[in-house]
């Protein structure tokens, strides 16, 4: 259903690079480029941590705007969203355990579908209403590391970090 519905946004809106279906995911934090083993060793603490399993279920299309052209859709959360925040904070606080910067924004749950070819953004379509999927549960962490290149990212996981 998910494939359906980017395919759809895609025709609809071809002033966005649309995620590949398979690319999707929740960020939690954005590290950066850090090496490696700093990064593992905020891993490895998080898999010590007594960190939690939680459900969470999709909700509407949402946008980040840049005044009145849209830079980034996606799809929001209609449950789960605390529990996702509670964890970003756990991992936020790791993160700054190990000497990195407190991220400046505020954490906003959300899973990105999309975002615009141009730099300032472009007009949103109306896209229709996002599919009604079932909830699941998040039972676990996962760091990757993401590698740029012209058909998009291609994401590598380094370590997977099981929620309890």
């Known amino acids: 259903m998910l494939d359906t519905y980017l395919r759809d946004c895609a025709a609809r809106a071809p002033e966005f690079r649309w995620a590949p279906a398979a690319n999707l995911h929740l960020t939690v934090r954005f590290l950066g480029h850090v090496d490696a083993s700093l990064a593992e ?33 996606w799809l929001g959360l209609t449950s789960g969203a605390e529990e996702i925040a509670a964890l970003a904070a756990k991992v936020e606080a790791e993160c700054e355990r190990a000497g990195l910067e407190r991220e400046a924004r505020r954490f906003n749950a959300h899973l990105t579908l999309a975002r615009a070819r141009a730099r300032d953004g472009a007009p949103l379509p109306e896209l229709g209403p996002a599919p009604e999927l079932d909830a699941w549960q998040a039972d676990e962490l996962i760091l990757y590391r993401s590698h740029l290149g012209r058909a998009g990212s291609v994401y590598e996981p380094i370590s997977r970090i099981r929620l309890s």
Not at 44 to 72: I, N, P, Q, Y
């Open 41 to 73: 060793g905020i891993a490895d603490r998080l898999a010590e941590a007594d960190l939690r399993s939680f459900d969470l279920r999709l909700g509407e299309t949402g946008t980040f705007k840049r005044g009145r052209l849209a830079r980034v859709v």
